[in-house]
Every structure is written in structure tokens, then in C-alpha cells.
């Protein structure tokens, strides 16, 4: 079966770059709502200076939406919790480059984060 689906409007990581300002923001975001769950609680307590110095300050020094989702990843243990926590702040997914390697055509990827924004418009059985 082959699927065409309508790509969700809204926000998405870039693979390639991602700004200074962005990535801050989403650290920052990250700070906040990591110290608020049990597991942050109990890991890092009251050295919230040395969560930020090692991981949340990987994630604002990231370049691009790959490197800063990798790190979430990383520290949440699982690709599933970084593409919920990322949806939940209000990104649709990450966005990356393809090419064919038979043809050199290039075209867009899209992951995305939440699988109930997607929109199937149509199924084709082959």
C-alpha cells in the first residue's frame, strides 16, 4: 500500500541549521521541564547549574535540528520521548534532504513528531 499524506503545518527542525536564538530557547524550555519531572527531580535535586553545564548547554550550542535532537534524545533515554517533548512545545517534526541515487532528484523528508497530525488523503494498493 502506498500512502499519500498532507504534511502538518507548523514549526519543524531543520537538519542543517537551526539559529542561536532557537536552540537557546528550546534549551531553556528543556531546563525547565526536565527539572520538573520525578526523574530530574531525583538526578540533578539542587545542581541545577550542573544539568545545564552538562546537557542543557549541548542542546543551545546546537547548529542544527539533528544535533539538538540527538542530545534531547539522549538525555530523555528514547527518540519517543524527544519527538513527544519537541510536539509538545509545539513542533511538528523534523525536516531533512534527500536525494535518489538513480536519478539525483532531490526531495524533502519529513519525520513526524506526533503520528496523529498526520493526514492520509490517499491509499493506492500495488
Known sequence: MIYTVQVPKGKFLNDKRIS??????????????YLNTDYGKSAYGD???EFW????KYIAQSTDGLNLYG?????LGSDKE????LDSIGYVGLIYAGENRDTGDKF???V????NRIK???KEKI
Open 112 to 115: 513526524i513528531f506526533n503520528p
Open 20 to 33: 542561536s536564538t532557537e536552540a537557546n530557547n528550546i534549551a531553556k524550555n528543556f531546563f525547565n521541564y
Open 120 to 122: 492520509i488523503v490517499n
Open 71 to 75: 542530545s534531547i534524545s539522549s538525555i
Open 53 to 56: 553545564e552538562y546537557e542543557c
Open 108 to 110: 524533502k523528508n519529513y
Open 82 to 85: 524527544a519527538s513527544e517533548y
Open 47 to 49: 545542581c541545577r547549574n
